[in-house]
């Protein structure tokens, strides 16, 4: 299947700091790409779709100016948690779309804030 | 309101036999279905997907089956192996520009040596 490369796959950071994680696809062009975040034994929560070009739309209880995502290419989307609370500590995952409709996932990246 | 229901959260396997993960919708707009496996710490993997043009698709080892009419999708497993112990997440979409997947809560699946 496509490979879809996130980092980093884990950060610590103290809290006000602002934390970037990147999302790449790396054998395919995805001009749609998805922000989630997982609570502990909880399923996958859509935070925002990534359209390449374009502004995020966020899913609605996402604060935008707290989670900035830019998709700058084809290839490549990134998510910039600002001024990072220990709240804000969770497991992101992106994923892509391939043009036939199946979403191929990153590895994750757990955000620990301190 | 959960649009996916796995309403059964853990399931537990003898090596060998055969692991059934059922999966229910309520979203009549669905016309797309994916299973994905999760490790702890790890992005979900996609195993199989179905179109609801479909009512089979096999892949391997697994299946999925999907009743349209009772609004429900099963994933099997057969035979099953150690290895396939994971989370197993059933997603729906519809079809549209930036439609976006809609997750169950996951099952546990065991499989036993």
């Keep these: 299947g496509a490979v879809v490369s996130q980092h ?11 934390v970037k994680i990147e999302c790449r696809s790396l054998d395919f062009q995805a001009t749609t790409m998805f922000w989630y975040r997982q609570f502990p034994k909880q399923s996958l929560m859509l935070m925002a779709t990534s359209n390449e070009g374009s502004k995020a739309t966020y899913e609605q209880g996402v604060e935008k100016d707290k989670f900035l995502i830019n998709h700058a290419s084809l290839t490549l989307s990134t998510l910039t948690v600002t001024s990072a609370h220990p709240e804000d500590s969770s497991f992101y995952i992106c994923s892509a779309r391939t043009s036939g409709g199946i979403q191929y996932f990153g590895a994750g990246t757990r955000l620990s804030v301190l | 309101d959960q649009q996916v229901k796995q309403n059964s959260p853990s399931l537990s396997v003898q090596e060998g036999r055969i692991s059934i993960l059922n999966c229910d919708y309520t979203n009549s707009m669905f016309d797309y279905f994916l299973w994905y496996k999760k490790y702890p710490a790890e992005g979900p993997t996609f195993l199989i997907s179905i179109s609801s043009i479909k009512d089979k698709n096999e892949d391997g080892r697994f299946t999925v089956f999907l009743n349209k009419s009772a609004k429900h999708l099963s994933l099997h497993i057969v035979p099953s192996q150690p290895g396939d112990s994971a989370v197993y997440f ?11 997947l809609t997750f169950g809560k996951g099952i546990t699946l065991s499989v036993r040596p």
């Excluded at chain 1, 980093?8 to 602002?18: A, D, E, F, L, Q």
């Excluded at chain 2, 059933?90 to 976006?100: E, F, H, M, R, V």
């Design chain 2, 90 to 100: 059933c997603a729906a979409s519809y079809t549209g520009a930036n439609s976006k």
């Design chain 1, 8 to 18: 980093p796959s884990r950060v610590i950071c103290k809290s006000g700091t602002s």
